[in-house]
């Protein structure tokens, strides 16, 4: 199933850019899986995460987005074989990110803004998480979306919280 997650990624976008109003998007797809808007500021990288589907950078503004994606069936076997200790549902899926941002999160941990939504017609729960980070504050703005056979995991962050603002 084809996702769409521009409105997503506007709103993503707008709590962490400072001169979002200004700034031009790009379309970009991954595999027939989702695409999604971009600002064309934002380089595509490979160096983030090794198991993102698709990530984009500025490193003069320090501004990062990651996509991650994973089947449902896989979730639900972790669950099944007591590898998480949660549900097989969204808000499990929820719960096991906010524990391991916890878990790499050295102090002043915080979860807030958290809202339930629907975003393309599915179902989605959509937070921020801030605290400090290999000795730097961190700003995450973060989503989960479910769709019929899998989770995405949406994030953009910055280590400059004095300039995310926060909604």
């Given at each position: 199933?084809k996702?769409?997650?521009?409105?997503?990624?506007l709103?993503?976008?707008s709590?962490?850019?400072?001169?979002s109003?200004?700034?031009?998007?790009?379309?970009?797809?991954?595999?027939?899986?989702?695409s999604l808007?971009?600002?064309?500021?934002?380089?595509?990288?490979?160096?983030?995460?090794?198991?993102?589907s698709?990530?984009f950078?500025?490193?003069?503004?320090?501004?990062?987005?990651?996509?991650?994606?994973?089947s449902?069936?896989?979730?639900?076997?972790a669950?099944?074989?007591?590898i998480?200790?949660t549900?097989?549902?969204?808000d499990?899926?929820?719960?096991?990110?906010?524990?391991?941002?916890?878990?790499?999160?050295?102090k002043d941990?915080?979860?807030y803004?958290?809202?339930k939504?629907?975003i393309n017609?599915s179902?989605a729960?959509?937070?921020s998480?801030?605290?400090?980070?290999?000795?730097?504050?961190?700003?995450?703005r973060?989503?989960?979306?479910?769709?019929?056979?899998?989770?995405?995991?949406?994030?953009?962050w910055t280590?400059?919280?004095?300039r995310a603002?926060?909604?």
């Amino acid at each position: 199933m084809k996702k769409i997650i521009y409105l997503l990624f506007l709103v993503l976008l707008s709590s962490c850019n400072e001169n979002s109003k200004n700034e031009k998007y790009e379309k970009k797809s991954v595999e027939n899986k989702f695409s999604l808007l971009i600002p064309e500021s934002l380089g595509l990288t490979n160096k983030l995460n090794s198991i993102a589907s698709i990530q984009f950078e500025n490193t003069n503004q320090d501004f990062y987005i990651m996509v991650l994606d994973e089947s449902k069936d896989t979730f639900t076997k972790a669950v099944n074989n007591k590898i998480y200790n949660t549900t097989t549902d969204l808000d499990g899926y929820y719960k096991v990110i906010v524990n391991h941002f916890k878990e790499i999160t050295s102090k002043d941990f915080k979860v807030y803004n958290i809202q339930k939504k629907k975003i393309n017609h599915s179902n989605a729960i959509v937070f921020s998480m801030s605290g400090i980070n290999d000795g730097y504050p961190a700003f995450y703005r973060y989503a989960v979306i479910e769709s019929n056979k899998r989770y995405y995991q949406i994030m953009s962050w910055t280590n400059n919280i004095a300039r995310a603002e926060i909604y």
